[in-house]
């Protein structure tokens, strides 16, 4: 496991060997707007989605909206800051992680905690990143989707433009 990649899972650290990979995206030739795992198996604590992107629609960020089981999430917030300024807000849309924009490749890292657990809410967090040649972004956002419902089906839809080729994903389960 790459030691830039891993995280604090939860509240207490994981070990290293606590995260199994289940599915891999790469973007082929021509972009593609969506990644989508399904059939998530039940069999974890949590999940992970390590992402390495960028989006086509010539911004200098670009984010990726997260979708569980086909529902777009109810509340997100949001920790941002760009070397210049920070920022903070709150909102009722969907969950989204910022990546790269036109000209770099960003990373994220998504947690989906107790995404098999039908007697919770689900809740999602991320810690991402992009350097725009020296001006970048940093952030940290959290969601909730209020479905008690396990999470099976996890889209990562580009908000504008396309995900372009060699863009990845990689879902990982966290075993408890």
């Known amino acids: 496991m790459s030691p830039i990649l891993g995280i604090i ?3 207490r650290a994981v070990a290293s060997n606590s995260y199994e990979s289940i599915a891999t995206v790469t973007i082929g030739s021509g972009g593609a707007s969506t990644a989508s795992f399904t059939s998530i198996p039940s069999t974890y604590q949590h999940l992970q989605i390590r992402v390495m992107a960028k989006t086509n629609d010539g911004n200098p960020y670009g984010n990726a909206a997260v979708t569980l089981n086909g529902a777009a999430g109810e509340y997100r917030h949001d920790l941002y800051g760009t ?3 920070a920022g903070a807000s709150a909102s009722a849309t969907s969950f989204i992680s910022y990546i790269g924009g036109t000209a770099q490749f960003g990373v994220a890292i998504i947690d989906i905690l107790d995404y098999a657990d039908t007697n919770k809410n689900k809740t999602i967090r991320s810690i991402c990143g ?5 001006s970048g972004l940093a952030a940290m ?3 909730l989707e209020t479905s008690t419902t396990a999470v099976s089906s996890i889209t990562l839809t580009s908000n504008s433009g396309n995900f372009p080729q060699y863009s ?3 879902l990982y389960g966290i075993k408890g």
């Open 9 to 11: 899972a939860s509240s």
């Open 83 to 85: 070397g210049s300024a």
């Open 130 to 134: 992009v350097d725009n040649n020296g």
């Open 141 to 143: 956002t959290s969601g």
């Open 168 to 170: 990845s994903f990689a």
